[in-house]
């Protein structure tokens, strides 16, 4: 996907990716790609709440296109809408080269506990 992280804490997360290598059929970013692209920064700074020893998973996300792109590289932007203890919930809004707003989604993540994986190597 070319995902490029600018900045990241939990109540906000910037990064590009190239729509070059994510268009669909037709040569536009494909909807999908937006929707991944969401969700990654969505749920990374879900993961940077969460903090050491937990961990976020998703339990929805929704996602709505205005706008084509065809070419440049888009920009999201995750905005935290809710930081609580069990629940995360960002608003992610990706943009083109002009400013122009192609898809704003929502994601909410669940806050879990992730202990870390046993070293013991497996043969």
């Given amino acids: ?7 990241q804490s939990a109540e ?8 070059e290598g994510n268009r669909q059929s037709f040569g536009l970013l494909h909807g999908g790609a ?29 996602a709505t296109h205005h706008l084509a792109a065809r070419e440049g590289v888009v920009t999201g932007v995750a905005t935290a809408i809710r930081l609580g203890r069990t629940i ?10 002009q400013g122009r707003r192609l898809c704003t ?15 013991t190597p497996v043969d």
């Fill in 12 to 19: 906000r997360v910037v990064a590009t990716m190239p729509v």
């Fill in 88 to 97: 995360a919930s960002h608003e992610i809004v990706i943009s083109d080269d």
């Fill in 34 to 62: 937006s929707v991944a692209f969401a969700e990654a920064l969505g749920s990374w700074a879900a993961v940077i709440h969460a903090g050491p020893g937990r961990s976020a998973v998703g339990l929805d996300i929704n």
């Fill in 1 to 7: 996907m070319g995902v490029t992280i600018l900045e």
């Fill in 105 to 119: 989604a929502r994601i909410t993540n669940l806050i879990i506990d992730a202990p870390l994986p046993d070293p």
